[in-house]
């Protein structure tokens, strides 16, 4: 299990500009039946265990001198323009009760239909919604696509190797994985002919609304 260390804060508000000037995030630990805590991690310690844990690893959460907790990263803030964390909040875990989270799919192996037919790998979904006990979790669940031979083979959720202690919460026929064909040389030929014109115009409209939405976040999050 990841380690990660705290501070308590009595900092709040607009004043937490002070902690972000020193490269020390702001945050808080909430949970089932506890009292919220306001606490600080450095920047830097947090940003490695965010690497390797991500949102779906348990974190020993040492808050000072007391007895460490578990936690789940559960939501991140950052700055609009910069990206940099503006503020974490920590969902800390009870044994024995279950928790509801999504895990990253990572797909292994090499599907036959893209490297000898050419085909396009296609991979509807990144994440799953899984249900288990904290001792039970998982950081990422793999997807296997060398049985991807054909056009046709197509990879869905009831085919993969899940643990019995974890619960997906989608539809068995979910699909996962499929290759499609390449693209016919005519459809290449009408892509490559599409008018200039009217490939700027169709560019010049999604812009827009991006434009306006950059102008509307120019104030740094705020606890």
Same mark, same amino acid.
């Given at each position: 299990?990841?380690?990660?260390?705290?501070?308590?804060?009595?900092?709040?508000?607009?004043?937490?500009?002070?902690?972000?000037?020193?490269?020390?995030?702001?945050?808080?630990?909430?949970?089932?039946?506890?009292?919220?805590?306001?606490?600080?991690?450095?920047?830097?310690?947090?940003?490695?265990?965010?690497?390797?844990?991500?949102?779906?690893?348990?974190?020993?959460?040492?808050?000072?001198?007391?007895?460490?907790?578990?936690?789940?990263?559960?939501?991140?803030?950052?700055?609009?323009?910069?990206?940099?964390?503006?503020?974490?909040?920590?969902?800390?875990?009870?044994?024995?009760?279950?928790?509801?989270?999504?895990?990253?799919?990572?797909?292994?192996?090499?599907?036959?239909?893209?490297?000898?037919?050419?085909?396009?790998?296609?991979?509807? #979904?990144?994440? $799953? =919604? *899984?249900?288990?006990?904290?001792?039970? /979790?998982?950081?990422?669940? !793999? &997807?296997?696509?060398?049985?991807?031979?054909?056009?046709?083979?197509?990879?869905? #959720?009831?085919? $993969? =190797? *899940?643990?019995?202690?974890?619960?997906? /919460?989608?539809?068995?026929? !979910? &699909?996962?994985?499929?290759?499609?064909?390449?693209?016919?040389?005519?459809?290449?030929?009408?892509?490559?002919?599409?008018?200039?014109?009217?490939?700027?115009?169709?560019?010049?409209?999604?812009?827009?609304?991006?434009?306006?939405?950059?102008?509307?976040?120019?104030?740094?999050?705020?606890?």
């Amino acid at each position: 299990m990841f380690t990660l260390k705290a501070e308590k804060r009595n900092i709040l508000g607009r004043k937490t500009k002070q902690l972000r000037k020193k490269k020390i995030i702001p945050a808080v630990v909430y949970g089932h039946q506890i009292t919220t805590q306001n606490i600080s991690v450095p920047y830097l310690d947090f940003e490695k265990v965010y690497r390797e844990a991500g949102e779906s690893s348990l974190i020993n959460l040492i808050v000072e001198n007391e007895k460490p907790i578990p936690v789940l990263i559960h939501d991140i803030q950052r700055h609009p323009l910069t990206g940099e964390i503006q503020h974490i909040d920590f969902y800390q875990v009870k044994t024995g009760e279950k928790i509801t989270l999504e895990v990253g799919l990572k797909f292994v192996g090499e599907a036959p239909a893209v490297k000898e037919l050419g085909g396009v790998l296609v991979t509807p #979904l990144s994440k $799953l =919604k *899984i249900e288990c006990l904290p001792q039970d /979790l998982i950081h990422e669940l !793999e &997807v296997d696509i060398s049985g991807l031979k054909n056009f046709e083979d197509i990879i869905r #959720l009831k085919d $993969l =190797k *899940i643990p019995q202690s974890i619960k997906v /919460l989608a539809s068995p026929d !979910e &699909v996962i994985a499929l290759v499609k064909p390449p693209r016919k040389e005519e459809e290449i030929k009408i892509l490559e002919e599409k008018p200039v014109e009217k490939v700027e115009e169709v560019e010049v409209i999604k812009e827009k609304p991006k434009e306006e939405k950059e102008e509307t976040k120019t104030k740094e999050t705020e606890e």
